[in-house]
């Protein structure tokens, strides 16, 4: 999306705009949510980065097809992989 855009959608000058992305102004809780609307978006998200819960169960069902098509030694070596990724290799 364009940030003029943006800026119509959240009734905003593009200049604020600009001053509120690079950080220096920070908006009001109505502009925010303004802009949080004109993205189509939600508050957490901007400000947390969060991953809604359809994201998560598109990349475990992702997951979860892939891991289905290796063979048992690479499926294996994924849970082993898995398992120094979380810090919980016993090998």
């Given at each position: 999306?364009?940030?003029?855009e943006?800026?119509?959608?959240?009734?905003?000058?593009?200049?604020?705009?600009?001053?509120?992305?690079?950080?220096?102004?920070?908006?009001?809780?109505?502009?925010?949510?303004?802009?949080?609307?004109?993205?189509?978006?939600?508050?957490?998200?901007?400000?947390?980065?969060?991953?809604?819960?359809?994201?998560?169960?598109?990349?475990?069902?992702?997951?979860?097809?892939?891991?289905?098509?290796?063979?048992?030694?690479?499926?294996?070596?994924?849970?082993?992989?898995?398992?120094?990724?979380?810090?919980?290799?016993?090998?």
């Amino acid at each position: 999306m364009k940030q003029t855009e943006v800026c119509e959608r959240a009734d905003i000058n593009d200049k604020y705009l600009s001053c509120i992305e690079t950080a220096r102004s920070i908006p009001s809780l109505e502009v925010f949510l303004r802009i949080c609307s004109a993205l189509n978006t939600t508050p957490d998200c901007i400000l947390l980065g969060a991953i809604n819960s359809t994201d998560t169960e598109e990349m475990d069902t992702a997951l979860i097809e892939r891991y289905h098509k290796l063979s048992p030694e690479n499926r294996r070596l994924c849970l082993a992989f898995m398992d120094l990724l979380i810090g919980d290799y016993n090998g």
